[in-house]
């Protein structure tokens, strides 16, 4: 069975951090691009950041210098460290994954043709 799941959500104060983990079983991980989506209230669903099997990394222009992905194929894993938290960040953090190129439907909620989590929630008060 393919699974992702999510950890490591929660609250945190503004300029805290968080280290979001994502647990991938069920198929061949290494040949997958894999990326952090979010999607506040009311909001679209946001490319945060995106890994591809080669290595190469791209951020939104929020993350940028803020957050880093990261992932370790030998443990099918991927990572967000979030440093320096703003209320609004304040979103559920979804991970997913997919032959290249990773793709999400449309912006209205977070989903696409490949693997995706089920979210984890993450809180930045001010």
């Known amino acids: 069975e393919v699974q992702l799941v999510e950890s490591g959500g929660g609250s945190v104060q503004s300029g805290g951090s968080l280290r979001l983990s994502c647990t991938a079983s069920g198929f061949t991980f290494d040949d997958f691009e894999v990326g952090w989506f979010r999607q506040a209230p009311g909001s679209e669903c946001e490319l945060v950041s995106m890994l591809s099997s080669d290595g190469s990394s791209d951020y939104s222009n929020s993350a940028k210098g803020r957050f880093t992905i990261s992932r370790d194929n030998a443990k099918n894993m991927l990572y967000l460290q979030m440093n320096s938290l703003k209320p609004s960040d304040t979103a559920v953090y979804y991970c997913?994954?997919?032959?290249?190129?990773?793709?999400?439907?449309?912006?209205?909620?977070?989903?696409?043709?490949?693997?995706w989590g089920q979210g984890t929630q993450v809180t930045v008060s001010s």
């Open positions: 997913a994954a997919e032959r290249p190129p990773l793709r999400k439907y449309d912006d209205v909620f977070c989903g696409g043709p490949g693997y």
